[in-house]
């Protein structure tokens, strides 16, 4: 079936939605992030304006139980979200899909994981920018550099000393592989019971 209707129409929806201003804040580590909510209003304006309807269809992927480092029990899910979207004009139709997890020691541990996976469905699908970069995470890259190398100047290429190279094999996201401070790796590990990086926690916390 022919996209050229609604392929035009998702060109503007990407041209609207290029980027979302980072409004939410995390106040223990100090940063702030697009919030789902942001993303949806944008996003859903654009394909109100445009003819676009989206269902969004969750699916259950895991949900188990998990004790934290202190010994709390909480739920981790994970969901898959397939959004279908369909060119009211045209009936067209196209579908994006998104993961996301969510964790809590109540009920919303789901809810939380929908919320993450409509988000990144979103976020990734349209090519939308939040203006976060983890290579250019210059905090990361001193928080985990060896005290010679901080101290050195900088120049391109510069060898890392291996004791530095191992630090950061051993702090890595269990999720995504991302590489994590000591202080991120130790305030995951209490409130999670793994390792997680910034983004993952705020899948697990619904925040996102």
């Given at each position: 079936m022919s996209m050229k209707a609604l392929a035009k129409k998702l060109i503007a929806v990407m041209k609207d939605c290029g980027y979302v201003m980072k409004k939410g804040e995390n106040t223990y580590h100090g940063y702030t992030y697009a919030t789902s909510a942001d993303v949806l209003e944008k996003v859903n304006a654009a394909f109100v304006q445009y003819g676009i309807a989206s269902a969004a269809v969750p699916e259950l992927l895991r949900l188990e139980d998990i004790t934290t480092a202190k010994g709390n029990r909480e739920k981790l899910a994970t969901v898959r979200m397939d959004i279908q979207l369909t060119d009211v004009e045209s009936g067209e139709t196209v579908q994006i899909t998104g993961l996301g997890s969510g964790q809590d020691s109540g009920d919303k541990a789901v809810m939380k994981a929908q919320t993450a996976a409509i988000k990144y469905a979103y976020?990734?699908?349209?090519?939308?920018?939040?203006?976060?970069?983890?290579?250019?995470?210059?905090h990361t890259d001193e928080m985990t550099a060896a005290p010679e190398e901080k101290s050195a100047p900088h120049h391109r290429m510069q060898p890392v000393p291996s004791r530095s190279r191992t630090?950061?094999?051993?702090?890595?996201?269990?999720?995504?592989?991302?590489?994590?401070?000591?202080?991120v790796l130790q305030f995951s590990k209490d409130k999670y019971g793994r390792a997680l990086c910034m983004d993952c926690q705020r899948s697990a916390k619904g925040i996102a």
């Open positions: 976020l990734l699908s349209f090519a939308i920018s939040t203006g976060d970069d983890p290579e250019a995470d210059c630090a950061v094999k051993q702090s890595v996201c269990s999720v995504c592989g991302t590489v994590i401070t000591e202080k």
